[in-house]
């Protein structure tokens, strides 16, 4: 037990975090690197990168895909996740930060923090994951350590503790001073490891101003630094130490760190920083669970039963994967697991060390481990795996309500269950794409987080071998009311083919519901006096009246918002029945549609826009163009969110033009909120 704590001790599982274009992919490369894990470096822009594997993110030069690797550092197992900067790839962030104990957040070094940075930051506190920062591209025109540490105080909110001086800047960047152990670290041009040495004369006082300024601000945020602070008037390397180690995992402190991964200097560094500050799964609560509705802990220990979360699936023509975050508990290969979520049980084929698109094969995983497991055809993204003997129901991270959406088919007529098969397979490995098929229109609509994460997602069915796919603007569901109505509209139905006839007589009344009502519903009554129309006849011509609802005279839009009065009819003594009194009310509310004013209704949705205060005005004149009715504006916390009701059919692109008004970080949600009149009332034929 105790050896397996002790290597328990020496995992790290994290995350790359950053907007697009700051350095995760290339910051994971360096680390493959100089770990040995790789002997060559791969770059983003020639397309040889380790985790960018899949030929999509080659070609746009953008993470795409979350993408485990393993590798080792000073004694330490470092279990990594590369994830997406994208806004539209948001739910892959999720995702990963759910199964992650520690983050390393990537910072562009001229940009500073980025809109995508504050939205993954975010995300990172919602989930609890201590991180550390690195300023990268410290060797590009105009970087400024210093303004973009300026930043993250401002936009992110956490006490920056700064742990390191540049040597030099822009082009002439070669080392870094370590403010811990007061030491320089310079790298020469095309050498992979870092050269330690005393800090230069020219940048001692700074150096040593730097760490009074660290100094203070530690000792201000941890009380065991305070003290000896108070006695002693400075902090020792050590104390230093386990105060920056302690001030992370809180979250009460973000240790900084700066560098230039592309020139392969200040790599080691951030390694070292990791293994110190970042916590191991011993440093972590317990995971929670539920069994039979009640809460139960699970620690991370090797000799408790098994408990593992599903945070990812590949699923393929030639096999299965569900890489897996183990949390408790050992598994082996052959060993059955069970999903408490669907009550399979199913037998662990294969356990496999994760690199990328490559595996190595393992005999078993403990806990701490991030693991694929081949054989598990069930699980899905969110599952729990657990030992059959000891259920436990962990917390799936919770999917995004998908935004925009397009309408997708196959250009033949024999690939329909092709492509069908296709989009199952892309929704069980993304859950934030969502496939549906729109009873009214007909049409099958696949919907996701934007307009990149569509068009990625119907390119990978074609290059997956999949059918061609024509995609289209999803048509909307509009509705018919009726704006001035008829009163004694007659119809008679009469049928005679030999045998018994049918006979039905009716008169209707049409009429807008009242305003209290709304636009939307369907109210019939009967005022038939002297039974001149008998109770079950009026049953009758009621459903037959609901029949004729399902087309109207203008487009053949289904009609709503009226109401129907029988006020009169009359039978046939032989010939009058349910089928001939439901006729008449069908073909006789037709007609009497053709008689009234009518209107086309277009759906309506109710947005909230959550957005800097400085793009408000931007944003409202946007949703004016829209056609949108703002209902009110509130500001929290430097953010205003807006709430309007806009056509539907006018939000087709808005999450596009919302991001580019708002430098991406502005977002929104909708909800259905019924029928309105569109914008012009359409004339009775």
């Not at 739910?91 to 504050?118: M, N, W, Y």
């Not at 130490?241 to 200040?266: E, I, K, M, P, Q």
């Not at 497991?373 to 795996?385: D, E, F, H």
């Not at 009026?538 to 053949?556: K, M, S």
Request: glycine share 10%; with cysteine.
């Amino acid at each position: 037990m105790r050896t397996n704590l002790t290597t328990l001790a020496a995992v790290r599982n994290l995350g790359i975090l950053a907007h697009v274009d700051a350095g995760k992919t290339t910051v994971t490369e360096r680390i493959l690197y100089a770990t040995g894990t790789t002997h060559k470096r791969g770059e983003v822009h020639d397309g040889t990168t380790v985790t960018d594997f899949d030929p999509q993110e080659r070609d746009r030069g953008i993470t795409i895909f979350a993408a485990a690797v393993s590798c080792a550092w000073d004694g330490h197992r470092v279990n990594l996740i590369d994830t997406p900067g994208h806004v539209d790839f948001a739910d892959e962030v999720e995702r990963s930060l759910r199964v992650l104990d520690g983050a390393v957040a990537v910072f562009d070094a001229v940009a500073g923090v980025e809109p995508q940075s504050e939205s993954v930051w975010r995300q990172a506190d919602r989930h609890g994951v201590p991180r550390i920062a690195f300023v990268n591209k410290m060797d590009r025109a105009g970087a400024d350590l210093d303004r973009a540490v300026d930043s993250i105080r401002r936009r992110l909110h956490p006490a920056p503790l700064v742990v390191q001086l540049p040597i030099g800047a822009e082009d002439a960047f070669t080392g870094v001073v370590d403010l811990v152990r007061m030491r320089a670290l310079v790298w020469a041009d095309g050498a992979g490891t870092a050269v330690a040495g005393p800090v230069p004369e020219s940048l001692r006082q700074e150096a040593l101003r730097r760490r009074r300024a660290l100094e203070e601000t530690v000792a201000e945020l941890h009380p065991a630094a305070l003290e000896e602070f108070c006695d002693r008037e400075t902090l020792d390397a050590g104390t230093l130490a386990a105060a920056l180690r302690d001030l992370t995992r809180t979250g009460d402190g973000v240790v900084v760190l700066c560098g230039s991964a592309y020139r392969n200097r200040g790599v080691e560094p951030l390694l070292d920083a990791v293994v110190a500050y970042l916590p191991s799964p011993l440093d972590v609560p317990a995971v929670r669970g539920v069994h039979e509705g009640t809460e139960q802990r699970r620690a991370a220990d090797p000799e408790a039963p098994f408990a593992g979360l599903v945070f990812k699936v590949n699923a393929s023509a030639t096999g299965r994967l569900a890489h897996v975050r183990v949390y408790a508990g050992t598994i082996e290969k052959g060993d059955t697991v069970r999903d408490p979520g669907t009550g399979r049980t199913e037998r662990v084929a294969r356990i496999l060390r994760v690199m990328a698109d490559r595996h190595a094969q393992l005999d078993r995983a403990v806990a701490g481990d991030i693991v694929a497991l081949a054989g598990v055809k069930s699980a899905r993204a969110g599952s729990t795996l657990c030992d059959p003997g000891a259920p436990l129901l962990l917390e799936p991270p919770v999917a995004a309500e998908p935004v925009v959406s397009v309408a997708v088919e196959a250009r033949r007529a024999t690939d329909t269950g092709r492509l069908a098969a296709a989009l199952a397979r892309l929704a069980e490995e993304d859950p934030s794409l969502v496939v549906r098929t729109d009873a009214e229109t007909g049409q099958t609509v696949l919907s996701g987080m934007g307009e990149l994460h569509l068009e990625v997602a119907v390119e990978k069915i074609r290059r997956d071998g999949g059918p061609e796919v024509g995609v289209g603007r999803p048509r909307v569901a509009h509705r018919e009311t009726v704006l001035e109505g008829v009163t004694g509209f007659g119809y008679r139905h009469v049928k005679q083919d030999g045998g018994a006839g049918q006979f039905a007589h009716v008169v209707l009344d049409v009429e807008p519901l009242g305003p209290e009502a709304g636009v939307t519903g369907f109210a019939f009554r009967s005022a038939v006096v002297g039974g001149r129309v008998p109770q079950e006849y009026v049953r009758a011509v009621e459903a037959g009246c609901r029949d004729a609802l399902a087309e109207g005279p203008l487009d053949g839009h289904p009609v709503t918002g009226l109401r129907v009065t029988l006020t009169d009819g009359s039978t046939h003594v032989k010939d009058s029945s349910d089928t001939a009194f439901r006729t008449a009310g069908r073909l006789g509310l037709r007609e009497a549609l053709r008689a009234c004013t009518l209107a086309l209704l277009e759906p309506v949705a109710e947005v909230t826009v959550t957005v800097p205060e400085d793009a408000v005005g931007s944003v409202l004149g946007d949703l004016a163009a829209r056609r949108g009715r703002v209902g009110g504006s509130q500001t929290h916390g430097g953010a205003a969110v807006v709430t309007a009701a806009v056509p539907l059919a006018e939000l087709f692109g808005y999450a596009t033009r919302l991001r580019s008004r708002t430098q991406g970080r502005g977002t929104f949600t909708t909800r259905p909120a019924g029928y309105a009149p569109a914008p012009r009332p359409v004339p009775a034929r």
